[in-house]
């Protein structure tokens, strides 16, 4: 976690601005909704894991794509788009 700290006042959702990382599909985080600032970064294997991790959410999620092939992401983003 690079700084954040749960603010103990507000309870185990709420934390300070931070970067998570690495966050897995196992963590709370990645699952249920944070208050504050927070920004989870996790990795995948492939395209599939992403379309299974954001299909099987019971929330709205948002995604940032980051790569070093730009053609692969913009395909991705456009065929993921429903």
């Known amino acids: 976690m690079c700084p954040g700290e749960v603010w103990p006042l507000r309870g185990q959702s709420f934390y ?4 998570v990382y690495p966050v897995t599909g196992e963590m709370r985080l ?3 909704e944070q ?8 990795v995948f294997d492939n395209d599939e894991e ?3 991790f954001v299909v099987d959410s019971n929330f709205g999620q948002q995604l940032s794509l980051f790569g070093r092939d730009s053609e692969r992401i ?6 993921f788009l429903f």
């Not at 208050?35 to 996790?42: A, K, L, N, R, Y």
């Open 74 to 79: 913009g395909k991705f983003t456009t065929d």
């Open 35 to 42: 208050f504050g600032p927070v920004i989870p970064v996790m």
């Open 16 to 19: 300070a601005p931070a970067v």
């Open 30 to 32: 990645a699952h249920e």
């Open 50 to 52: 992403v379309v299974r």
